[in-house]
């Protein structure tokens, strides 16, 4: 059964830092591509980031380039998001995804002081 | 960037009762995904490249279009079909979403 556990979550303040994990099961993670997506509350889905299976490909969305970094550890079967310089508008729920078919479940990221 | 928007923002249906869900997107696609949510819930992948069914995903569910019109067509309306279905172009990044349908009970 594919499994995507994130942790990482919680409140920080406006320019914080925050380290998202995504703990992988079920599947030959290596050979998935990746993504995060986040979803303020009540309201819709925004595509974060992208990673290749290898790690090679990346990309970003232009509301968080520059201050987000996604990476992936294939040994350890895990995805992570390194978000700095937080803003309140950052402020949702995280999920971590393969190409769309399988998500974790979302976690809550509060940008607050 | 490719912009989506859905059409209806809210649909009011019965169970029983055919729903016609829109995406239109700004230029011409070929890669458009349907999802389902439910509150509290992950979004759930229905649809890809535009008409093929997700594993496990009742027939009912069906999905046309090309270029920069598509549906989403649910035949029968289930209680459990009633929530907010997005459209997401998936052919390249930036993987860009719709606003969203929400389809509630009648």
């Known amino acids: ?113 | 960037e490719i912009v989506l928007t859905q059409s209806p923002a809210t649909l009011s249906l019965s169970p029983g009762e055919r729903g016609t869900l829109s995406c239109r997107a700004t230029f011409s696609i070929n890669s458009l995904a349907w999802y389902q949510q439910k509150p509290g819930q992950a979004p759930r992948l229905l649809i890809y490249s535009a008409s093929t069914r997700a594993t496990g995903i009742p027939d009912r569910f069906s999905g046309s279009g090309s270029g920069t019109d598509f549906t989403l067509t649910i035949s029968s309306l289930e209680p459990e079909d009633f929530a907010v279905y997005y459209c997401q172009q998936h052919g390249g990044p930036p993987y860009t979403f719709g606003p969203g349908t929400k389809l509630e009970i009648k």
């Open chain 1, 1 to 113: 059964e594919v499994q995507l556990v994130a942790s990482g979550g919680g409140l920080v303040q406006p320019g914080g830092s925050l380290r998202l994990s995504c703990a992988a099961s079920g599947f030959t993670f290596s050979s998935y591509e990746m993504n995060w997506v986040r979803q303020a509350p009540g309201k819709g889905l925004e595509w974060v980031s992208f990673i290749s299976g290898s790690g090679a490909t990346i990309y970003y969305a232009d509301s968080v380039k520059g201050r987000f970094t996604i990476s992936r550890d294939n040994a350890k079967n895990s995805l992570y998001l390194q978000m700095n310089s937080l803003r309140a508008e950052d402020t949702a729920f995280y999920y971590c995804s393969t190409m769309f078919a399988y998500w974790g479940q979302g976690i809550l990221v509060t940008v607050s002081s």
